[in-house]
């Protein structure tokens, strides 16, 4: 039994690995047209990117979603090997950007919750969205909705409203 759900599980790393380099691949050749093809970039280009990665966000959904898929969550990662050297192999799988598993960087990349400072944001967050009623919440979005459809109006209508101001 345990040596079938190790197989699963190591089907599953592979496909979910298989699947992230797809999306890294389709995120690098977007951000390439980006940076050098924007000049004859179209909407309509932006927009196929677009449903391209997220089409795979939502293969890659799909598959962690799947039951034959193990809870990642339930694994446990423990660094066996800590060094503050330079490793090579490490910062070739990581392309530079993990040169060093050291006991500075762990705790970071293991993470399983937020910064305490983010969670600490987040609960202040939450605590003055509680705060508010949802009838002044309701105004509010109201409001913003209205300065953002005249913003909008002056946008689209830039012409007409320079004439008006000059006359």
């Known amino acids: 039994v345990q040596q079938r759900e190790e197989k699963?599980?190591?089907a599953s790393i592979d496909a979910l690995i298989n699947r992230v380099?797809?999306?890294?691949?389709?995120?690098?050749?977007?951000?390439?047209?980006?940076?050098?093809?924007?000049?004859?970039?179209?909407?309509?280009?932006?927009?196929?990117?677009?449903?391209?990665l997220s089409g795979q966000l939502s293969t890659i959904n799909k598959l962690m979603r799947n039951e034959k898929t193990p809870a990642f969550?339930?694994?446990?990662?423990?660094?066996?090997?800590?060094?503050?050297?330079?490793?090579?192999?490490?910062?070739?799988l990581t392309e530079q950007r993990v040169p060093v598993f050291s006991h500075e960087i762990v705790p970071d990349h293991?993470?399983?919750?937020?910064?305490?400072?983010?969670?600490?944001?987040?609960?202040?967050?939450?605590a003055e969205a509680a705060r508010?009623?949802?009838?002044?919440a309701q105004k509010q979005i109201q409001?913003?909705?209205?300065?953002?459809?005249?913003?909008?109006?002056?946008?689209?209508?830039?012409?007409e409203d320079r004439e008006a101001e000059s006359s």
């Open 73 to 92: 969550r339930n694994q446990v990662i423990i660094p066996l090997l800590l060094s503050p050297d330079r490793d090579e192999e490490l910062a070739k």
């Open 143 to 159: 409001t913003l909705n209205k300065i953002c459809s005249n913003l909008l109006e002056k946008l689209n209508n830039p012409r």
């Open 21 to 52: 380099a797809h999306l890294k691949n389709s995120l690098h050749s977007f951000i390439f047209k980006l940076e050098n093809e924007y000049d004859r970039l179209t909407w309509p280009s932006v927009l196929d990117n677009f449903a391209l």
């Open 8 to 10: 699963q599980l190591e």
């Open 110 to 126: 293991l993470r399983t919750k937020p910064d305490p400072e983010v969670e600490e944001q987040e609960k202040q967050l939450s």
């Open 132 to 136: 508010i009623g949802p009838d002044v």
